[in-house]
């Protein structure tokens, strides 16, 4: 089994800043690409920022310049959202999502969190 565990959500004003923590476990050899999706209400899911196993980055437009994804080095994986002046249009829900090699050696792809919480109100 495998699981990717999001936390970092939460409530903040406009301009501010949270950090989103995703962390992969369970029977995985090696992993390709992780990455945040967001979900609005009403709007259909969108990559938000992608990071692969080599740590190249990829992000919407909607948020280049204020949010930045990175891996963590000891641990590969575990993969942060650095969220920095954040907007009203910024609230979703937040997944991550990875595609990774099992221990089995078969491939998975567009493993799912169950998502956190951002909310940005005054």
């Known amino acids: 089994q495998v699981q990717l565990v999001e936390s970092g959500g939460g409530l903040v004003q406009p301009g501010g800043s949270l950090r989103l923590s995703c962390a992969a476990s369970?029977?995985?050899?090696?992993?390709?690409?992780m990455a945040w999706y967001r979900q609005a209400p009403g709007k259909q899911r969108e990559l938000v920022a992608a990071i692969t196993s080599g740590g190249s980055t990829n992000y919407a437009d909607s948020v280049k310049g204020r949010f930045t994804i990175s891996r963590d080095n000891a641990k590969n994986t575990v993969v942060y959202l650095q969220m920095n002046s954040l907007k009203p249009e910024d609230t979703a829900v937040y997944y991550c999502?990875?595609?990774?090699?099992?221990?089995?050696?078969?491939?998975?792809?567009?493993?799912w969190g169950q998502g956190t919480q951002v909310t940005v109100s005054s």
């Open positions: 369970g029977s995985i050899f090696s992993i390709y690409t």
């Open positions: 999502n990875a595609d990774f090699i099992a221990l089995s050696g078969r491939p998975e792809y567009d493993y």
